[in-house]
């Protein structure tokens, strides 16, 4: 098979899942065919392997579609974190009308929301096959905030002009106290 005839049929409208018309050597007849999956050379980008499979147009097949999200969450706009959780959905619908891809508008998510499949408009003549309850599409969430202890705290406990090697232990007492038994260095006498 030609790379340049398989990649333009595989860029037109229908994408991935585009109706292949397949002739095999030897024969005249025509078989509907769809890909099934492809490897490409990891240097070259040159499509090493394909797999293809026949399809009856009117039986309906399961596909994997991508779910593409479109617009800005407006929760995003507020400082909220957009995450796309699901990015491909299964589906199941007859060769010709399977999508290329699916998009969803998530300009109306607040803070907080979640999109679950269920939320998703059925196009006609395509199931969901993805529990539609429990398949998480997007959720937009209040950003984490990381609090780092700052390092002046422990400056503070240090008195001042001493510094403490490390590994190496505060003497017992309070803040600013000297050790039980001795005298502050502070209040010695003068002689």
């Known amino acids: 098979m030609d790379e340049r005839d398989l990649r333009r049929a595989l860029t037109g409208a229908a994408g991935l899942h585009a109706i292949l018309d397949v002739v095999l050597d030897g024969q005249k007849t025509t078989h509907a065919s769809i890909l099934k999956d492809y490897q490409q050379d990891a240097i070259t980008g040159r499509l090493a392997h394909i797999d293809l499979q026949e399809v009856r147009l009117d039986q309906p097949i399961q596909a994997q579609v991508v779910i593409e ?103 017992e007492g309070a803040e600013g106290e000297a050790p039980a038994g001795e005298e502050p260095a502070e209040e010695a006498s003068e002689e």
Do not use: H, K
Not at 86 to 107: G, K, M
Not at 119 to 127: K, L
Not at 144 to 150: F, L, S, V
């Open 69 to 171: 999200l479109v617009g800005e969450a407006a929760g995003s706009i507020e400082g909220g974190v957009l995450s796309q959780v699901t990015r491909e959905i299964n589906v199941e619908a007859l060769p010709l009308e399977v999508p290329e891809r699916i998009e969803l508008d998530v300009s109306s998510m607040q803070m907080g929301d979640t999109l679950r499949l269920v939320d998703v408009a059925v196009q006609e003549g395509v199931t969901f096959l993805d529990d539609p309850e429990e398949t998480v599409i997007a959720t937009v969430t209040v950003p984490t905030q990381i609090i780092e202890p700052e390092p002046e705290e422990e400056e503070e406990e240090l008195e001042e002009g001493e510094e403490l090697a490390e590994g190496e232990e505060a003497p």
